[in-house]
């Protein structure tokens, strides 16, 4: 089992609709979650962190932790063609982050 | 203030020879990480620096790969000797801080391409 696991996609929305990621860990000591987006060739860069159980929103971004579930979403409300990237889910462990194989959005005009 | 910079962008070598990677974090930053995404898998963790110290090394592959960090700025990555499976993207990543959250706020470089032939 992975210790981070994505479904990779291609997951494509149309623009204007919410875009919904999901992620499952298998550590149940992880303490911090993240959302990273990485477009094609450029580096991950972080969007969302989250820590506490619940929904955290930042903009059209809102992550949502189930730690009892051990399931990590993010939700990107009106979704725009800029938002189409490949999205990598991670997660604390000691003093390392853990990535998923993230999973490639598409947004269509 | 510059980003994590790494050198060289792409790298092609053939099979036995030797490749150094180089990654400048940002400064100030003591955690340093090295990741390596090979084509359609995970990007995978290699090792993590607080410093010039080895704080987690579990994720290198073998005693092909050697990281340094003299003096706790900048790091380098020897594959000595390369095999075809090396070929990938490393990634290099600092963080100024490390609490017992551990934020992850990672500051990613563009990642180093290897080909090895």
């Known amino acids: 089992q992975k210790e981070v696991e994505q479904n990779s996609g291609p997951l494509s929305v149309p623009e204007g609709a919410i875009a919904s990621l999901n992620c499952t860990y298998s550590?149940?000591?992880?303490?911090?979650f993240f959302w990273y987006r990485q477009y094609s060739g450029k580096s991950p860069e972080l969007i969302m962190s989250?820590?506490?159980?619940g929904d955290k929103e930042d903009g059209r971004f809102t992550a949502q932790l189930n730690k009892a579930s051990q399931y990590v979403s993010l939700l990107i409300r009106d979704s725009q063609p800029s938002d189409s990237a490949t999205y990598l889910c991670a997660v604390s462990r000691a003093s390392k982050i853990i990535f998923g194989s993230g999973t490639r959005l598409s947004i269509r005009p | 203030e510059a980003g994590v910079t790494q050198f060289p962008s792409h790298s092609v070598i053939e099979k036995g020879q030797t490749v150094t990677l180089r990654c400048d974090p940002i400064s100030g930053h003591d955690n340093l990480y090295w990741y390596r995404r090979v084509m359609g898998k995970e990007i995978k963790f290699l090792l993590h620096f607080v410093k010039e110290s080895k704080q987690d090394e579990s994720g290198m592959p073998n005693n092909r790969f050697l990281a340094e960090r003299t003096g706790g700025t900048y790091s380098t990555l020897k594959v000595q000797p390369a095999e075809l499976e090396d070929s990938g993207v490393y990634f290099c990543?600092?963080?100024?801080?490390?609490?017992?959250?551990?934020?992850?706020?990672?500051?990613f470089g563009e990642g180093s391409r290897l080909t090895v032939l």
């Open positions: 990543a600092s963080s100024p801080y490390l609490d017992r959250r551990n934020t992850g706020e990672l500051f």
């Open positions: 989250i820590y506490s159980n």
């Open positions: 550590d149940r000591v992880s303490q911090s």
